[in-house]
Every structure is written in structure tokens, then in C-alpha cells.
């Protein structure tokens, strides 16, 4: 495999390692900066001891990725938001309290059911000068205006830090937005105490400004929301007002990835940019007119798609390419790529835990990599006809790179990505060059009904497409249970195999026969070591109560009839049951006593009946019962008391007290999160 005989695909490969090792293991920031001083030393030693010698001693090559190991180490440090003294999270002491919190606003999210959601960076908590961002939770309230971006207030309220999952193998929304720098969240039932009168124009105000002049003037145009939403998803990177409804088509199609502004939308930016200045002279004034105008029109597009991490991945890799066509050189394209990757993660090493920026760089290693070899199985002679080969062959390249990730995040494939892929990259071509075209205009609040118009049905019959594909759901393979064990055994598979097929010999097929054989070994441990666990949990279900157990793959759910309808399709039990590759076996109403294992365990429902004589190991308050805790207690003296979210929160505080008093344990799975017996 050539790419890896590259001395950058090696640094940068140590420096990612460096950057996983920090995360996950957070080393003494002293030791590391001594560690790098050290290697570096070492480092310039061994150059001048070997610099005359016509073969570079292998130790010259140690010390260089032992150097960019440690300073991969150290970028993950210093850009760790938590690790700066004077971030606002230091400062909150006690999650009760209410603080006087002083930001500007930076990001719009998605809004939810009850809340409209933003992103804002902390100047001031409580009159001292902090920074960070934090999570901003306005409570929905008739007559309240829109926030918009750079905009600065006061508010008060308490400031969360992020909670684990409450429920097992949930998704970590606070892992999630942690790896995005934002370290804790706020609630208010008004959206401000005092809004400052100034407004911080940087780069995220004007980007902010010009996308919403630019959309305001084409709602002026009578421009239809739900395209008008899509739109904005397509061209300017902005998914907030697109509807679930859409958002769902164009996921179980395989084509979530247009409303992602990435590699594919910057190309044709790039294309489109290229095409337009033609009519230059080919000389040297020319040519640096050419690469000007390219550069800024691609980080241009960047800042106005609000600089996410696919869009910087792509604008950066296409400038290096831009910059390569202006020096007439052929770059090598995994040179660039990987450029881009050091650059990026040296700047945001948060980026590499992003999940569009994996799936975006794993799928553009694939198509460069893998395209041309499927190309080369056929050469059509008819142009149209070769034209849609190329585009499939692009299609599947991209997705056999991006599947084994896409299932272990989504655990989901969508079974007709080809046909959607063959249907809208032309069509999708169209539509950015005259989306480009009107918005540009639009930014000079000027609007052509004839194109404004074009533009509206080439989104509505795209969605109409999308949507049409989404219908057969029997090509949507859902529920997918995938670890990472399988994902690392089945990326090496298909590299073996990849590699074997571009050159096949003795040795590469028992690389691959090798490859095979410990993915099977992977499967077989996980389903075996799957079905040699037993456990009990009591799950946090918001006025329910729901209990399973779980013997290997089969899984008994205990549940009031209330939910029984849906407890297949609950998302709370989907999740634990694709993590552990089970499923249910049976569904049954929760009985008062479970034996599990050598436990006794007691449900008390809201009757708070039970029989006198049963000495339980552990008690499971459901339903809020009217009882005397300190009784029961005193006669059965349990290991453990757990409250389910069925329960009133005030009857959960007073028996909580009550167990403090007698010593005895206490779960409330509001606080603590669900409880498991194994």
C-alpha cells in the first residue's frame, strides 16, 4: 500500500495517535512539554550525527514520530477547554445555584419541542471575566424575537454540567457536544434579563447577516419553505429548519450527505468558480488573479456555511488543490489530504471525534483510492453511458469506505444509495450552479422570478426523488448491531482484500485470508461473550416503569400496559438491545418479587402491598406507593432502595432522607440514571 511509504502519511498517523492518547488518557501537561523538549533534542542530535551518512539510520525516523506523537499529545491539551484556568466551568461550584451569566451569541441549533436552542460563548460569570462555550435553552414564549448571532445579554439561571446516558447504551449527548467544546448547558423561561446594545460584528455576525438577507430575500420571492429550508441546507450549510419529515427521506435514501455541506458541494464550487474565469490570459497575472479569486470564493462559501468541520476539511484540501493547478504541478492527492488533515488538527484537534469529518475524509480515501480500480472493470464506449459508470463507481468507492463507520453510528444502511446517487449527482450539479447563482444575487437583494423559480421546483422535484426512494423500506436495513471491535476487524478486511485485488499475489491473499478469518474470530467472541451475559436493569422511563432481563440474546421486558404497544419500538430499549445484539423474546406484566441470580428483589407498585415474610435483597419503589419506609426498612434491612422515574419527585426526596438516616443505599434513576443487577 504505497500511501503508507509516504514519511507524512506517517507522521500524521502518530500525531492522530497522539491526539487519541491525550483523549482518552489526559496526561501531565508538564511531563508532555517535557517529553517534546526531550524528543526534539534527540531528534536534532541524531540529524547532525547522521546528516553525512547516504542511508538515514532508522533512529532519525523514530525520534520524528515520537516528536509528532507528543505534539499531538499537546494539541489535544491546550485545546482542551476545560484545561484553561479561566474557563466558566471552574466556577460553578454547586449546580442549585443561579448565576449572572454575560454572553454573546455564536450558533443557532435545531430548536426543540419546548426550547429554542443556541450555542453562545461566556464573557462574564457572575461579574468575572470567564470564556467558554455553553448551551442556551430559551423557553418558547409567544412574542419572543429570534436571537440573532453576535448579539450580547445577561441572564440568569443555573448552569448544568453535561450528565451521563440515564439509560444503558444511550446515546451521550453530553460526550457529544463535550467533543464540540461545549462544556455545560442553561435554561431560561425568558430569553433575557438585559440585551446589550452593541453587537459583536466579527466573522460569525457577517456570515450570520449575509445568510439571513440572503433568505429573507428569497421568502420575499415566495419561495416555498420547505424547499426554501432545503436549500439553505444544500448551498449554505444550515439543516436547523429542514423538516423531519425530509430529513428522514433523505436519510433512508442514502443521500443525507447532500444536505451536508462537504467535499462534494466545495468541488462544485471549485468547478463552477473555474469555469467562470476562463476568459483570463494564461500568464502570470492571470494565473494569480485565477488562484486569488478561487481561494477567497472557497473560504468565502466556508464562512458562510459557518465553518463546520466538513466544509473547513474540504475548502482546505481544494485550496491545496487550487494551488497545485497555479504551479502546474500534479499534487498527489493523498499528500493534500493528508495536509489537510495535519493543518485541521492542529488548529481543532476536536475535529477528529467529529462525525461527518471521519466519514467525510474515510469516504474521500476510498473514492481516490478504489474509484479508479472499479472504473477500470468497464469502459463503456457510449459517453452518456460511461459518464453514469463513473458516477456509480464514485458512488460505491465512497460507501464501501463509509459503511462499516455509517452502521456503527446510524446502525442503519440504506440499501438503494446507488439508484439515489445515479438520479441526483447530475441533477444535484444544476441545482448548486443556479442555487450559487441566486444566492449570490440575492446578497444584492435582487431575486430573478424566472430563476428564483427554477430553482424552487428543482428542489421540489429533488425531494419528490428522495422521497419516492425512501418509500421502499425494504431496502433499509435498520437496527444493525455493530461494536468497535467488528468495525477495526472489518476495516481491515476490506483494505486486505482492496489490496489483493489491485494486485493480486500469493502473499497479499493470505493477508486477506488472514483479514477474514479475524473478522469471523471478532464475531464469534462478541455473539459468544453476548450470550454468556446475564443482567437485570430497571431503566429511567419518564412516568413509567420498565424492567428487563437479559440471558445472552434473549431479552424478557417487564412493563405496564401502558407501553406495551410500543415497547418494540421504544428508542430507549432499541439502543440497549442493538448494543448488546439482543432482542425480545417476550413481553410480560411486572410481577412483585424476581429472583435473579442469588438476589431477592421486591416491587412495590402503588398499592404497597407485599407479603410479610420475603426479606428482599433489594426493593424497587414503583408508582409512587403511600408507605412507611423506615418500617420496612427496619424489618428487612435491604442492601439497596432504587426509585424509578415513575415515582413523584417529592416522595423521592423523603425517602431518600429516610434511607440517609438508616444507612441503607439509595438509587433514583432520575439522578443516578438506570440500575443493573448483573
Not at 454 to 479: G, H, P, R
Not at 574 to 580: D, R, V
Amino acid at each position: 500500500m504505497k500511501v503508507l511509504q509516504f514519511p507524512l502519511t506517517r507522521i500524521t498517523i502518530w500525531f492522530v495517535f497522539g491526539i487519541l492518547f491525550s483523549f482518552y488518557t489526559f496526561p501531565n501537561p508538564n511531563f508532555i512539554f517535557i517529553s517534546i523538549g526531550i524528543s526534539f533534542l534527540l531528534l536534532v542530535l541524531n540529524y547532525f550525527l547522521s546528516k553525512n551518512d547516504f542511508i538515514q539510520k532508522i533512529y532519525f525516523g523514530i525520534f520524528t514520530y515520537l516528536m509528532f506523537f507528543n505534539i499531538g499529545i499537546f494539541t489535544q491539551i491546550i485545546n482542551t477547554d476545560s484545561n484553561q484556568a479561566d474557563n466558566y466551568v471552574h466556577q460553578i461550584k454547586n449546580e442549585t445555584d443561579e448565576h449572572f451569566v454575560q454572553l454573546v451569541i455564536r450558533e443557532k441549533l435545531k430548536s426543540s419541542l419546548l426550547n429554542d436552542r443556541y450555542i453562545g460563548v461566556v464573557k462574564r460569570i457572575n461579574n468575572q471575566k470567564s470564556y467558554g462555550k455553553i448551551l442556551v435553552n430559551f423557553h418558547k414564549i409567544k412574542g419572543n424575537s429570534k436571537l440573532h448571532i453576535g448579539s450580547n445579554f445577561l441572564i440568569k439561571g443555573k448552569v448544568f454540567k453535561h450528565k451521563k446516558p440515564i439509560n444503558p447504551d444511550q446515546f451521550d449527548y453530553g460526550k457529544y457536544l463535550t467533543n464540540k467544546s461545549v462544556l455545560a448547558q442553561m435554561y431560561a423561561d425568558s430569553y433575557v434579563i438585559k440585551i446589550s446594545k452593541t453587537t459583536d460584528k466579527d466573522i460569525w455576525y457577517y456570515s450570520d447577516f449575509l445568510r439571513t438577507k440572503i433568505l429573507s430575500n428569497l421568502e420575499k420571492s415566495n419561495f416555498s419553505k420547505d424547499e426554501l429550508h432545503v436549500v439553505a441546507a444544500l448551498i449554505l450549510g444550515q439543516q436547523q429548519d429542514v423538516s423531519p419529515e425530509i430529513l428522514n427521506d433523505y436519510q433512508f435514501a442514502g443521500a443525507i450527505h447532500i444536505l451536508s455541506v462537504s467535499g462534494l458541494h466545495v468541488g462544485f464550487i471549485l468547478l463552477f468558480i473555474t469555469f467562470l474565469l476562463k476568459p483570463l490570459r494564461k500568464n502570470k497575472v492571470g494565473n494569480t488573479i485565477r488562484l486569488v479569486t478561487i481561494i477567497v470564493s472557497l473560504w468565502g462559501f466556508a464562512i458562510l456555511a459557518g465553518l463546520s468541520p466538513s466544509v473547513v476539511r474540504s475548502v482546505t484540501m481544494f485550496s491545496f488543490v487550487a494551488f497545485g493547478m497555479h504551479i502546474k504541478r500534479n499534487t498527489n492527492i493523498f499528500h493534500t489530504l493528508l495536509v489537510s488533515i495535519l493543518l485541521i488538527l492542529l488548529f481543532k484537534p476536536s475535529f477528529l471525534f467529529d462525525v461527518g469529518f471521519q466519514l467525510s475524509y474515510i469516504a474521500l480515501f476510498f473514492i481516490f483510492w478504489l474509484q479508479p480500480l472499479l472504473e477500470n472493470l468497464w469502459t463503456p464506449n457510449n459517453k452518456i453511458l460511461n459518464y453514469f459508470w463513473k458516477i456509480l463507481t464514485v458512488s460505491f468507492a465512497a460507501q464501501i469506505g463509509a459503511f462499516p463507520l455509517s452502521i456503527y453510528y446510524f446502525h442503519q444502511f440504506p440499501g438503494l444509495f446507488f439508484l439515489t446517487n445515479l438520479i441526483i449527482i447530475p441533477f444535484l450539479s444544476v441545482i448548486m450552479a443556479l442555487g450559487v447563482f441566486v444566492m449570490v444575487l440575492a446578497a444584492f437583494d435582487y431575486v430573478p422570478e424566472i430563476s428564483a423559480k427554477i430553482l424552487e421546483y428543482s428542489i421540489y422535484f429533488l425531494n419528490k426523488i428522495i422521497n419516492w426512494v425512501a418509500t421502499f423500506e425494504q431496502f433499509i436495513i435498520k437496527d444493525i448491531p455493530f461494536n468497535w471491535q467488528i468495525l477495526l476487524s472489518l476495516y481491515l478486511l476490506i483494505v486486505a482484500v482492496i489490496i489483493w485485488f489491485k494486485n493480486p499475489t500469493f502473499h497479499k491473499l493470505v493477508f486477506a485470508l488472514i483479514a477474514l478469518l479475524l473478522f469471523q474470530t471478532t464475531f464469534i467472541v462478541t455473539r459468544w461473550d453476548n450470550k454468556n451475559q446475564a443482567e437485570w436493569i430497571v431503566f429511567n422511563l419518564k412516568n413509567n416503569t420498565l424492567i428487563t432481563e437479559r440471558t445472552g440474546e434473549k431479552v424478557v421486558a417487564f412493563c405496564n400496559d401502558s407501553i406495551r404497544k410500543e415497547i418494540a419500538t421504544n428508542p430507549t430499549l432499541k439502543s440497549y438491545l442493538i448494543a448488546n445484539f439482543s432482542s425480545i423474546s417476550s413481553q410480560k406484566k411486572i410481577q412483585n418479587v424476581f429472583y435473579f441470580k442469588d438476589k431477592k428483589i421486591l416491587i412495590l407498585d402503588s398499592l404497597g402491598i407485599y407479603a410479610k415474610k420475603i426479606n428482599p435483597d433489594i426493593i424497587v419503589i414503583t408508582q409512587s406507593p403511600k408507605l412507611n419506609l423506615a418500617r420496612l426498612l427496619q424489618t428487612y434491612k435491604p442492601e439497596m432502595i432504587v426509585a424509578d422515574a415513575s415515582n413523584f419527585k417529592t416522595y423521592i426526596k423523603v425517602w431518600e432522607a429516610t434511607c440517609t438516616k438508616e444507612k441503607i443505599p439509595f438509587h433514583a434513576t432520575g439522578e443516578k440514571g438506570f440500575y443493573r443487577v448483573k
